[in-house]
């Protein structure tokens, strides 16, 4: 399987598309989507060591546009957080393409061919290019992901279930383009910016509870079900710039079951655990987009259901409804192929 793989090891390269589409161009998208598998096989077949996978999510204006079906459940605009001081602005994002392999060409090639499907339906309203930096790390210096679940827990993370079963096996993807003022940031000290992420700089190791500032950057993305269980996420952040424009910053990409889990992070950073006591890591760092998108089934995305939410749900529980391969239609989310894929 070629795309939908929501959980793939870190890629050295990305490419990431927000678009919007066109009104009345519902259709001629919907059928470019259901290429979408085809084209990455086509383009990844060059290099397969590489590992090109595609993810596409979908807005929920064009999910009203574009299917006569109940939206999933979770799937809503992305609604904007205000803080005292920042904000999780919400941008405009029908459609996300988040590519990855293990080079850059490959990303660039497949985007160009997406794109050139899509001509005269959708507009590019951010394009964002990231790379592996070094040891994967944020242009601020920090290991980025290293809280990210593994194995099994990583599924339970990103996979909808049962509690929405005409549309389980999908996920949700939320994504903002954050930008860094480094020349703020690099004028603090080290031991300053640790206070400001929760993290050490060169070894990668969490505070200790007794040290860790409650608006640090790691302390106000912890959050726990009533019960005190962890929610996890899982992120595929990358590193992005421009020299040249003095541009400099971080795609954040993070996959969830429930949205409302990433919606609760933000909340925390943004107007803070208690209000007032926001991420620091705003002070130097900017939210310019937020765009919330839902994950569909590799078989949903090929041959879309136009049966009532009843019969979806029903075909979702038939192994018809699986790919040949044995996997719940999303790729690696299959818990065997997700180890395989992490391993």
């Known amino acids: 399987m070629v795309t939908q793989q929501v959980l793939r090891p870190q890629a050295q390269a990305a490419v990431f598309l927000v678009l919007t589409v066109r ?8 059928e470019v989507l259901a290429d979408i598998p085809g084209l990455t096989r086509a383009v990844g077949f060059r290099s397969p060591v590489d590992g090109l996978s595609t993810v596409v999510g979908i807005g ?7 299917y006569d079906l109940p939206r999933p459940a979770g799937l809503h605009p992305f609604e904007e957080i205000a803080g005292h001081r920042h904000r999780a602005v919400s941008t405009p994002g ?50 980025d992901g290293t809280e ?5 827990d990583a599924v339970d993370a990103v996979t909808i279930g049962d509690e929405d079963p005409a549309y389980a096996g999908g996920s949700y993807v939320l994504v903002q383009k954050y930008l860094h ?22 070894d990668d190791i969490e505070l200790a509870d007794d040290v860790k500032p409650v608006n640090s950057h790691v302390a106000l993305n912890t959050v726990e079900d009533d019960d005190g269980n962890d929610l996890d996420i899982v992120r595929h952040n990358m590193p992005f710039g421009s020299v040249g424009d003095a ?14 889990v990433i919606e609760l992070m933000l909340r925390n950073m943004f107007i803070g655990r208690p209000p007032g ?30 049966a009532p939410v009843a019969a979806v749900t029903a075909s979702a529980e038939s192994p018809a409804a699986a790919p040949d391969d044995g996997s719940l239609g999303i790729g690696s989310l299959h818990p065997r192929a997700t180890q395989e894929a992490l391993s």
């Open 148 to 152: 990210n679940p593994e194995g099994d």
């Open 181 to 202: 003022d480094l020349a703020a940031w690099d004028a603090i000290s080290v031991e300053e910016q640790e206070r400001v992420i929760g993290r050490t700089k060169l």
């Open 60 to 66: 929920a204006e064009l999910w009203d546009r574009t």
């Open 94 to 143: 029908d459609l996300l393409i988040h590519l990855r392999a293990g080079r850059a060409d490959l990303c660039f090639e497949l985007a160009r061919q997406i794109m050139s499907r899509l001509s005269g339906h959708a507009d590019v309203v951010d394009e964002v290019h990231g790379f592996a930096y070094f040891e994967r790390r944020d242009l601020l210096g920090f290991v």
């Open 277 to 306: 006591t926001y991420d620091r890591i705003l002070d130097f760092s900017t939210a310019i987009t937020g765009s919330l998108f839902f994950v569909p089934t590799v078989a949903f995305l090929e041959d879309p259901p136009s």
């Open 23 to 30: 009104e009345g161009s519902e259709a001629a998208v919907r």
């Open 247 to 260: 541009e400099f910053g971080t795609y954040f990409i993070g996959y969830a079951a429930d949205p409302a």
